[in-house]
C-alpha cells in the first residue's frame, strides 16, 4: 500500500478559526469521577495507580486541541487508548468530566438540550465502527433517518437521501435493508446518512476496521475523494497508522488517554516525540511520507543552475526514482527558486534512518529544526503552532491540497 | 481441556474440603447439629409442631364474608372493582356478540386472512379447517365463548405487559423492582391465580379474565423489557448522535428493533392466555374449558374430547400464525396496507353473505357428535385394557402399582420424617445448586406450608411432583441425549415436541382420565406428559451447543462416544440440564395441582373443594400453599448463575 504524503494547507488566518476547540478535556469513568481532573496528585497517577487509589479509569486525560476548518484530523491510537472516548465527548454523547468544548467558539458543555439537540442534527454527524443502521428500515429510509429526525417532510427527505445514496455508490440499492448489504455498502449507507443532514462536521468512528482490508481501502479513497469534493472539516478515528497516514492533515496520537503527539504525518514519522511513537512508527516506510526536504542539502551554484527538478511536496520516493534517472542530484525548485539539491548520499540516509541530517535538512534554514522541535513538543501546547513552525520557504508554499495529488 | 487432566493433589486443605458443596453442606450438618436438638426439645419431631401453626381460616372467612356482604355497598367495589367488573362482562359480551353476527362463515373467513396476511397460504387453510372442525365437533359456541373471553383478556395482558415492559425496558430501577416480581410469578401454577381473583369478584367472567391477565401478562412484560434492552447499543448511539428526542428514540429506534421480542411476547401471551382461560372455567369462564370440567367431573371422555379438540386446534392455530408472524420478520413494505385492506373486505362480504342466506349459526345437521363413539371405545378399553392383559398387565394395573409401590412409600416417607429433616433435607439439596439466599427461601416457603397447616397435603403434593419429576428426567434426558445425538431422532420428535408443547395444560388430563381413570397415578402421568416435550428439547439444545472445538478435541484424543457424551457433553452442558430440572419440576407442578380435577387429592383437591363449595379459605390456605410449594420447588433447582446469565 503506497502511502500518500500529505500536503499542507496554508494556515492561513480566516480559515484558522477552529470548528473544534478542545481544551484540558478529562474524561473519568468511576465514581466521584470529578475529583480526579481536580485534584492535580490524582491527575498525575498512572492508570493501574489511579484505579487502586479511586476505582475511577480515565479515559482521556487532559486533552487539548484544535480542529480546523477543512482539515482531517485523525486521532489514532490503540485500543483502550481513549480515542472513542474522545470523540464521542465533543457532541457528548459521553459527557466530559473537565475541561471545555467550544464549537464555532460556543461552548458544547453549556448547551442545554435543545442547543445540544441542534448541534447534533446539523452541525456534527457521526459515522460509526458497527454501522449502527436501523434494521428495519430500506437504505432509502436508513439515510433519510436525520432529516426526518429534525421533522423534515417524508418527499423531501427521501429526494435528499436519493441524492446523497447517488453520491456514494449505492444508486440502485435504495429499497434494501442492511441485512442484504455487505459491509462496505453498509458503511457507504452510514456515511450517506451522516452526509445527508449536511453537517459542518463529520465525526468517524473508526468507521473501516471492522471491514476487509480490499474494502476498507476503497473506502478510504471514498472518504478522500468526498473530502476533495466538499471539503468538508472531518475528524477521524482510527487504530491503524496506514489509515492515519494516508488520510490525515494532522495526526494526534493517543496513548492511555493523553495525546502523546500532534503533528503531520510528516513529523509523526520523522520526528517521534518519544519512544513508544517511535516504536509505533518504525515499519512504516519512510520514503513515502517523508518530503524532499528531509533529505535536501543546500545547492552549489552549478548545481542550483541546471538539471532535472522535483516540487518541495514531492516525497523522499519519488525525489529517489529522479535521482535514480537522472543518475545525479535533483534540484528541489520552488515556483522557479531553487531550494537545495537532493543526492543518493541524502536520500539513502532518510530510508536507512540514520543520516545525520536526518530530520528536516539542517541546510534549509527554519524549516528542519522548527519541524523537529515542535514534532517533539508535547501536544499539550497551542496546537496550531503546530504546523505554524514549519519553515514559510519548504511548507507554506507546497500549496496544492493534496487530495489533488492523489 | 480441563475435563480431561487430573487434578495435582495439593497438600494445603484435605481433598474433600476444597469441594464447595461439600463446605456448604458441612456447614449445613454443623448449623443443624446446633439447631435441631432444640427445636426437638422445644416442639418435639414427627410432623409439622401445631404450636407452629396459623390457623387462618377463621380470619379468612370472616374477610371472606364481609366481600360477600359489602361487594355491593361498599365504595371500593361499587367505584372501582364495580366498574372493574362491568367493564369487562360488556366487553366479553361485546366481542362474542361481534363473533356470533359474524356467523361462522365470516369468523372462519375473518380467521384465514388474518393467518394468510400474517403467514401465509397453507396456515390460512389450516386456520380454516380448524375452524371448521370446532363447528363439527358441535362446539362452534362454546368455541366462541372461549375466543371472545381470550381476546380481551389478550388484549389488556398486551396492554399492560407493554406498559409494564416500557417500564421496566426504559428504568433501570423499575427493572431492578419488576424482575423478581414477574420471574416467580412466572414459576407459580396457573391455579393458585385462580383464588385471590375469586375472592375479590367472586365466581364468573370477570374473574376469570382477570385471571387470565394476570397469567398472561407477565410474559409480554418480560419480553418487552427484554427487547427495548437488548436493542444494539450502537444503534441507539447513531440514532442519538444524529439528534433525536427521547420520544423518537423509542418510537422510531427501540420499539422497532424489539420488534422480535414483542412478538414473542404476544405468542407467549396468547398462548397462556389460552391455556388460563380454559382452566379458568373453574371459576365460570364457561365455553371450552367448562364443557371438559363438567365432562371430566362425570369422568365422559367423550364429551371432554370433543371439547378438548377445539382447544388443541386453537391452541395449535394461535401459535403458529403469531410464531409465523414474529419470524417473517420485515416483508415487503409497499402493497401491505392494500392486502390487508382486501383481506378486510372480503372477511366482511363473507360474513354478510352468511347474514343475507340466513346462516350465522352452525347447522346442527352438520355436527358429528363423537362423544358416543369414543366413549364406547373407552369402555371397550376399561373392559380390555385396564388390567388382565396377559404378560404387561392392564392400564389401571400399572396405575395401581404406581400408586403402591412409588406413590404411597414416597409419601408416607415425606410424612413421616420429622418436620425439621424434611426441612433440612430441602436446604441440603439447594445450597448446594444455589446460594445461600435460595436454599434460606427454599426452606422458608415450604416452612410456611407447615405454618399455614397444610403441612400433610403439601407433602401429599410434593410426593406427587417428586415422583412425577423422576419420570420425567428419566424419559427426558435419554430421549434428550438420544435426539442430540441422532438428526434423525431430533427430525422425529420435533413435530411432536412443537405439538405438545402448545397444548394448554388442561387437555392433558382427558387421555390418561380415559387409560388411568381417576386418581393421583393419572395426575402424575398427565405431569410427566406436560413436562416431558420441555425437558426433552432444553436437554437436545444444551447438548448440541457443546462447543464443537471441545467435542474436537476429545474425538483427536481418540475419546469413544460415551466418553465423549460423559466427559466433555454432559458436564459442558451442564447448566443447560439443570434449567431442565428447574423448567421440569415447575411444569410438574402446575399440572400435579390441576390433577386435583381428577382425583390427585392434595392442594390441588383443596383449592377446587374450596372454589367449587365456596368454602373460600380452604382454598385460599390451599392456594397459598401451592404459592409456597411452586417458590420452594423454583429456589431449590434454580443454580446460582441463572440471575447472571439471564442477563436483562
Not at chain 2, 133 to 151: K, R
Not at chain 2, 252 to 266: F, S, V
Request: net charge neutral; aromatic share 6%; charged share 20%.
Amino acid at each position: 500500500m503506497t502511502i500518500m504524503p500529505a500536503t499542507r494547507k496554508p494556515p492561513t488566518a480566516d480559515t484558522d478559526a477552529p470548528v473544534f476547540s478542545v481544551d484540558g478535556l478529562w474524561k473519568v469513568f468511576g465514581p466521584k469521577a470529578e475529583r480526579v481532573p481536580a485534584d492535580p496528585e490524582l491527575a498525575a497517577l498512572p492508570p493501574a495507580e489511579l484505579r487502586a487509589r479511586t476505582g475511577c479509569t480515565a479515559a482521556v486525560r487532559d486533552v487539548s486541541f484544535d480542529v480546523r476548518k477543512g482539515e482531517v484530523f485523525v486521532v489514532m491510537g490503540l485500543s483502550g487508548s481513549g480515542k472513542s472516548t474522545l470523540v464521542r465527548c465533543l457532541t457528548r454523547l459521553i459527557e466530559p468530566t473537565a475541561g471545555t468544548i467550544a464549537v464555532d467558539g460556543e461552548d458544547v458543555r453549556a448547551m442545554d438540550r435543545t442547543r445540544l439537540r441542534e448541534l447534533r442534527r446539523h452541525r456534527a454527524a457521526m459515522v460509526f465502527q458497527h454501522f449502527g443502521l436501523l434494521p428495519h428500515r430500506t437504505v432509502l429510509d436508513n439515510v433519510a433517518y436525520g432529516l426526518e429526525i429534525q421533522g423534515m417532510g417524508r418527499a423531501e427527505r427521501r429526494a435528499r437521501a436519493k441524492e446523497v445514496v447517488d453520491k456514494v455508490g449505492l444508486d440502485g440499492m435504495e429499497q434494501r435493508r442492511p441485512a442484504q448489504l455487505s459491509g462496505g455498502q453498509r458503511q457507504r449507507v452510514g456515511l450517506a446518512r451522516a452526509l445527508a443532514v449536511d453537517p459542518e462536521v463529520l465525526l468517524f468512528d473508526e468507521p473501516f476496521s471492522a471491514l476487509d482490508p480490499l474494502i476498507r481501502r476503497d473506502m478510504q479513497e471514498e472518504v478522500v475523494r468526498l473530502h476533495r469534493e466538499e471539503g468538508r472539516t472531518m475528524v477521524f478515528i482510527t487504530h491503524d497508522l496506514g489509515e492515519a497516514l494516508k488520510l490525515g492533515d494532522r495526526i494526534a496520537l493517543m496513548r492511555d488517554g493523553r495525546v502523546v503527539q500532534l503533528g503531520t504525518p510528516e513529523e509523526i514519522v520523522g520526528s517521534p516525540a518519544d519512544d513508544y511513537v517511535r516504536e509505533f512508527v518504525r515499519d512504516v516506510p519512510r520514503e513515502q511520507v517523508l518530503t524532499v526536504g528531509t533529505a535536501m542539502r543546500s545547492a552549489s551554484l552549478e548545481e542550483a543552475g541546471a538539471g532535472p527538478a522535483v516540487s518541495p511536496d514531492a516525497t523522499v520516493s519519488q525525489a529517489i526514482e529522479a535521482v535514480a534517472r537522472s543518475g545525479g542530484p535533483v534540484r528541489v525548485m520552488d515556483s522557479g527558486r531553487c531550494l537545495g539539491v537532493v543526492d543518493h548520499e541524502g536520500l539513502l540516509g532518510v530510508v536507512a534512518g540514520t543520516d545525520p541530517r536526518s530530520g528536516p535538512a539542517a541546510t534549509t534554514p527554519g524549516s528542519g529544526p522548527a519541524g523537529a522541535e515542535r514534532g517533539a513538543a508535547p501536544a499539550q501546547g497551542d496546537p496550531g503552532s503546530a504546523t505554524s513552525g514549519r519553515a514559510p520557504g519548504s511548507r507554506a508554499v507546497g500549496t496544492e491540497p493534496r487530495k489533488e495529488a492523489v | 481441556m480441563a475435563t480431561l487432566t487430573t487434578p495435582a493433589p495439593r497438600t494445603a486443605l484435605p481433598g474433600v474440603l476444597r469441594n464447595q458443596a461439600v463446605r456448604k453442606l458441612g456447614l449445613l450438618a454443623l448449623l443443624a447439629a446446633v439447631l435441631v436438638p432444640l427445636a426437638d426439645a422445644r416442639w418435639s419431631s414427627g410432623t409439622w409442631p401445631h404450636a407452629l401453626t396459623v390457623d387462618l381460616t377463621a380470619p379468612l372467612t370472616s374477610a371472606s364474608d364481609w366481600i360477600v356482604d359489602n361487594r355491593d355497598s361498599h365504595p371500593l367495589f361499587l367505584y372501582f372493582f364495580g366498574y372493574l367488573s362491568n367493564g369487562v362482562v360488556l366487553s366479553v359480551r361485546a366481542v362474542y356478540l361481534v363473533l356470533l353476527g359474524a356467523g361462522w362463515a365470516g369468523v372462519t373467513a375473518a380467521a384465514a386472512l388474518i393467518a394468510w396476511r400474517a403467514a401465509g397460504v397453507r396456515l390460512a387453510l389450516g386456520t380454516a379447517a380448524a375452524f371448521l372442525a370446532c363447528g363439527l365437533l358441535g362446539m362452534w359456541v362454546p368455541t366462541m365463548q372461549t375466543l371472545a373471553l381470550m381476546i380481551v383478556a389478550v388484549l389488556v395482558s398486551v396492554v399492560v405487559g407493554v406498559v409494564l415492559g416500557l417500564a421496566g425496558g426504559l428504568s433501570d430501577r423499575l427493572h431492578r423492582a419488576l424482575r423478581p416480581v414477574l420471574d416467580t410469578m412466572q414459576v407459580l401454577p396457573a391455579f393458585a391465580y385462580l383464588l385471590p381473583v375469586v375472592l375479590v369478584f367472586g365466581i364468573g367472567v370477570p374473574a376469570a379474565v382477570l385471571a387470565t391477565v394476570v397469567y398472561a401478562a407477565p410474559p409480554m412484560a418480560r419480553l418487552t423489557a427484554l427487547g427495548l434492552r437488548g436493542a444494539d447499543k450502537e444503534v441507539l448511539e447513531a440514532v442519538e448522535s444524529l439528534g433525536a428526542t427521547a420520544r423518537q428514540r423509542l418510537l422510531t429506534a427501540r420499539i422497532p428493533l424489539a420488534r422480535k421480542e414483542l412478538l414473542l411476547g404476544l405468542n407467549q401471551t396468547i398462548m397462556m392466555a389460552l391455556g388460563m382461560a380454559v382452566i379458568a372455567s373453574v371459576i365460570g369462564a364457561g365455553g371450552l374449558g367448562d364443557r371438559v370440567y363438567q365432562a371430566l367431573a362425570s369422568v365422559d371422555v367423550g364429551a371432554a374430547l370433543a371439547a378438548g379438540i377445539p382447544i388443541v386446534l386453537l391452541a395449535v392455530v394461535l401459535d403458529r400464525v403469531t410464531a409465523a408472524a414474529g419470524r417473517a420478520g420485515d416483508g415487503e413494505p409497499g402493497g401491505h396496507r392494500a392486502a390487508w385492506a382486501w383481506a378486510a373486505v372480503s372477511a366482511v362480504a363473507v360474513a354478510l353473505a352468511g347474514r343475507v342466506a340466513g346462516r350465522l349459526d352452525w347447522p346442527d345437521s352438520w355436527t358429528v357428535a363423537i362423544a358416543a363413539p369414543v366413549n364406547d371405545v373407552v369402555d371397550w378399553m376399561t373392559d380390555h385394557l385396564y388390567s388382565g392383559v396377559p404378560l404387561i398387565g392392564g392400564t389401571a394395573d400399572w396405575a395401581g402399582h404406581f400408586t403402591t409401590w412409588v406413590l404411597d412409600p414416597l409419601r408416607s416417607g415425606l410424612q413421616g420424617l420429622p418436620w425439621w429433616a424434611v426441612l433440612l433435607l430441602v436446604a441440603a439439596i439447594a445450597w448446594p445448586i444455589g446460594t445461600w439466599r435460595t436454599a434460606l427461601t427454599a426452606v422458608l416457603a415450604l416452612a410456611a406450608t407447615g405454618v399455614l397447616g397444610v403441612w400433610e397435603p403439601s407433602l401429599d403434593t410434593l410426593s406427587q411432583v417428586l415422583a412425577a419429576v423422576a419420570v420425567t428426567l428419566v424419559l427426558g434426558f435419554a430421549t434428550g441425549i438420544a435426539a442430540a445425538r441422532s438428526d434423525r431422532v431430533e427430525r422425529l420428535l420435533r413435530p411432536v415436541l412443537d405439538v405438545f408443547q402448545t397444548m394448554p395444560q388442561f387437555v392433558y388430563l382427558i387421555p390418561v382420565v380415559a387409560l388411568f381413570g381417576v386418581g393421583r397415578a393419572p395426575a402424575v402421568a398427565a405431569a410427566v406428559v406436560y413436562a416431558l416435550p420441555a425437558v426433552v428439547r432444553i436437554t437436545t439444545q444444551g447438548l448440541r451447543q457443546v462447543d464443537p472445538a471441545a467435542m474436537e478435541s476429545a474425538r483427536s484424543l481418540g475419546a469413544t462416544g460415551t466418553q465423549q457424551l460423559r466427559q466433555v457433553q454432559l458436564p459442558l452442558a451442564r447448566p443447560a440440564l439443570l434449567l431442565a430440572v428447574n423448567q421440569g419440576v415447575v411444569l410438574v407442578l402446575a399440572v400435579v395441582i390441576i390433577g386435583g380435577l381428577v382425583g390427585g387429592g392434595a392442594l390441588g383437591y383443596d383449592a377446587v373443594f374450596g372454589l367449587a363449595q365456596g368454602d373460600l379459605a380452604t382454598g385460599l390456605v390451599a392456594g397459598a400453599a401451592i404459592v409456597c410449594l411452586g417458590l420452594m420447588l423454583d429456589r431449590v433447582t434454580q443454580p446460582a448463575d441463572r440471575r447472571v446469565k439471564k442477563g436483562a
